[in-house]
């Protein structure tokens, strides 16, 4: 780790995700330690440094140590999130899931040259296109039918949470490095980040891929969407909806071509209540140390292991993160600043002891 | 070259597409010298052995000695084709074209993760797939307005070429391996090989193109799709009307995405009378080889060098094959059936004769 002194920043691969957290909740016990203090909880720790390589191991160890190790935990708490932005301490109550799909067309029993075989055949990359527009609007709605009856409606309460988060137009604009937000507005932003599903169409393996003008009529394409979901959407019943509906649009095309639509792999949402106990432990030890209420958020993608702790445990879940939105987590100039590190330090020793009072 | 003596039959790289034409050629010549023959034309030879590869130069070349090498030259006769099926000659008096464009739509800075921007970005593969699924149905008509008022009616004469012509639905079959032929029956399946235009998508450049389930959201992809062109399609007409179509289509949806569609590249197809001196020359040849009328046909793709002699010459331009439909040119065990190599060479002898009369 590089300290940069003048910009008081630590440099280095893994800095803010997750030496730095990791570091941090080892500080704590040692301060405690040398204070002679005992710590005002039981603190059963597990630290895991493979989260980015999948976390190979941990579900099966976390739900064989449930009744043995993880034996009458009350509450867990993960510190391998970020704030949203640069300025403001967050707590993160919610992760969107995600199911993603392949739509699997095939024709003709080799790739063919399109001189000889363009208008006498029936081309799977024609039925997959077609079928693969009717999933999402260029607005982003998703089109297929009943999946928004599944989202939970939005109460003043939730909505109110998103008053007071610091995040803007700009921001997202600036994260993207384009104009092309959906939304002009914070509020709605930050929704269909967090609490509404999305449909982004990845991409098709075995067209034509590479750059240049190659007359190829492929014979097997396979298209990749993914859906990310929300509460309450029940994730064998979006399965049900999608392959209805993409059966559906592909029976219309009346194509000879053989079709197939399946789930590659799925993980559920999580989300917790941002008025339980241990965040509002965590919101005063915020407020001590940062002199500010935190933004309760939550985050557009998944850390899967946040659903394993909640159900092999049968606990709460608090994401407690210690590093900035633009920490560039994952790249190799990864950063961690000096005040964030102190402070993180300090509030995840606060939330222990608002915490043992609660 | 491997002589398998069991069949009969000439093994090789490149055995049918071109070392046994050139040979054939030089077959008739060899003959005439060694029978003390004058040849019955003046034949001016050009022998290319490239033209998989792009015949680099060869255009230059030809209207570089137009007025030289090739001066009064009266006919032009090219064997660098094959019969449609294995059983009988054809004389090949068409070529359709081939028009490239690629659909350009940019939106982000980079690639985004879709958990974290799914929803609030306008994604730019969203909009190629809905621009990309109005451009042809799925049983291969053109949906560009304007494409199909080019294309020459079909006149009576012509109808009745295609009776005699010797393939089955069961052989297009055989050849794309599937039975997902857009037509059932022999004349329309060879009308919309040679005679219709049809329109191919090729893939998407920039997309998730691999195996398995990647979350990305492109930043900038690229369609690829192109229009096999027929008579009378005028090439820059067809541009103006595909772009008009895509401008149009992309507006409707109203995306802050950029946009762009080009051509990459195109080549005209080529037609020549089947009923003129030379395939006059080339049917009465043949028939005294093979003892059968043989099939006036056309190529759904293209050998671009025939409108290079074509033009640069001034001459009507014979596609005179040797081998069969199934030779498979371009494969690893191509092959020349030796009756086809002896018969080719007599029938190349004779067209000399006829046409020299005619």
Chains 1, 2 share one sequence.
């Not at 800095?15 to 059963?44: F, M, Q, R, S, Y």
């Not at 999402?136 to 089109?143: H, L």
Request: hydrophobic content about 35%; aromatic content about 10%.
């Amino acid at each position: 780790m590089f300290h940069d002194e003048k910009n008081d920043i630590l440099f280095g691969r893994g800095a803010t995700d997750d030496k730095g957290p990791i570091l941090g909740w080892l500080n704590v016990i040692e301060a405690h330690n040398k204070l002679g203090w005992e710590l005002p909880v039981n603190l059963v720790v597990c630290f895991e440094g493979m989260e980015e390589s999948g976390s190979l191991g941990l579900d099966e160890l976390v739900a064989k140590e449930a009744n043995n190790y993880f034996k009458n935990v009350d509450q867990c708490t993960i510190s391998d999130n970020y704030w949203l932005g640069t300025t403001k301490p967050v707590l993160t109550y919610g992760l969107r899931g995600c199911n993603y799909y392949q739509i699997i067309i095939e024709g003709p029993g080799a790739d063919l040259h399109s001189g000889i075989f363009g208008g006498i055949i029936a081309e799977p990359m024609t039925d997959l296109v077609k079928v693969m527009s009717t999933l999402v609007d260029t607005k982003g709605k998703i089109q297929i039918p009943g999946v928004y009856d599944m989202v939970a409606p939005l109460t003043e309460r939730e909505d109110q949470l998103y008053d007071a988060i610091d995040f803007s137009l700009g921001e997202l604009n600036a994260a993207s490095g384009s104009e092309t937000s959906l939304h002009d507005n914070k509020k709605d932003i930050l929704k269909h980040r967090w609490r509404y599903p999305s449909l982004s169409l990845h991409g098709i393996e075995g067209a034509f891929s590479g750059a240049g003008a190659k007359t190829v009529i492929p014979a097997k394409v396979v298209g990749k969407f993914s859906i990310r979901t929300v509460p309450n959407i029940d994730s064998k019943k979006l399965d049900e909806l999608v392959f209805k509906h993409i059966n559906e649009e592909f029976a219309k095309l009346q194509s000879p071509n053989k079709f197939k639509v399946e789930l590659i792999h799925d993980g559920n949402y999580w989300v917790s209540d941002p008025f339980n106990e241990s965040f509002t432990a965590a919101s005063k030890a915020t407020q001590d140390v940062w002199n500010v209420v935190p933004d309760f958020t939550r985050e557009g993608g998944s850390i899967p292991i946040t659903l394993t702790f909640e159900k092999e445990l049968g606990v709460d879940v608090l994401l407690l993160p210690m590093g900035r939105g633009d920490d560039g987590a994952h790249s190799i100039n990864e950063k961690l600043d000096v005040s964030n590190y102190i402070n993180g330090c300090k509030t995840l020793g606060g939330y222990l002891h608002y915490f043992s009072k609660a």
